[in-house]
Every structure is written in C-alpha cells, then in structure tokens.
C-alpha cells in the first residue's frame, strides 16, 4: 500500500524559512508527479507547486520566487523548500504523488507563519 508521510511543519516568524519531506513507500515505481499542496482555514485546497519525475516544475504565483520544489527519485522523497514565508502561507500543507496513475495524498503538516 502506497503512503506518503510528510515532516518538517512548524511555526515561524515572517521572513523565516521552513523545508517541508514527503517520503513515499509501498511503491515498486517512482512517482510520475509529486506536489505539494495547501489549503488555509475557509479556503479551498491549492496547488503549491509540482515537480516531474525528469524535474520539471511548476509553481502558484503567489510562491514563486519564495518556493523551490525538488525530488530525490531515489528516495522517492519530494522536498518544499519555503523561503521569506508570509502569514498569508499559513496553512496545512498536503504532499501528493502520482504512481501508477492512482493519486494519493499525505495526511498534512500544519505551517504557521506568525509573529
């Protein structure tokens, strides 16, 4: 059975920095596609960021610039990592992978950005 387990969720002040994992097992074949998504409080879930398994990116605007997606394939290990982070990027963040054509999601590490 595939899972992702993610880590790296905390909180920090405005302008810090925090780099989210997500680990994925249970799988005989690398992810296709891994990304790593948000969803505030009232908000709809959003796409962060994407990240191909020949490292072709994708990012929202509102992180571009701030945000750098990247993947070890032989870990089948995906990584967020988050600069100058504003309090409008608090949110829980949900890692997602691709394998096999079947979607699966992480269970969500919490990012609070406050002073």
């Known amino acids: 059975q595939v899972q992702l387990v993610e880590s790296g969720g905390g909180l920090v002040q405005p302008g810090g920095s925090l780099r989210l994992s997500c680990a994925v097992s249970?799988?005989?074949?690398?992810?296709?596609?891994m990304a790593w998504h948000r969803q505030a409080p009232g908000k709809q879930r959003e796409l962060v960021a994407g990240?191909?398994?020949?490292?072709?990116?994708n990012y929202a605007a509102a992180v571009k610039g701030r945000f750098t997606i990247s993947r070890d394939n032989a870990k089948n290990t995906v990584y967020l990592q988050m600069d100058d982070l504003k309090p409008e990027d608090t949110a829980v963040y949900y890692c997602?992978?691709?394998?096999?054509?079947?979607?699966?999601w992480g269970q969500g590490t919490q990012v609070t950005v406050s002073s």
């Open positions: 249970g799988s005989a074949f690398s992810p296709y596609f």
């Open positions: 997602y992978a691709l394998v096999s054509r079947t979607g699966y």
């Open positions: 990240i191909t398994g020949g490292g072709n990116t």
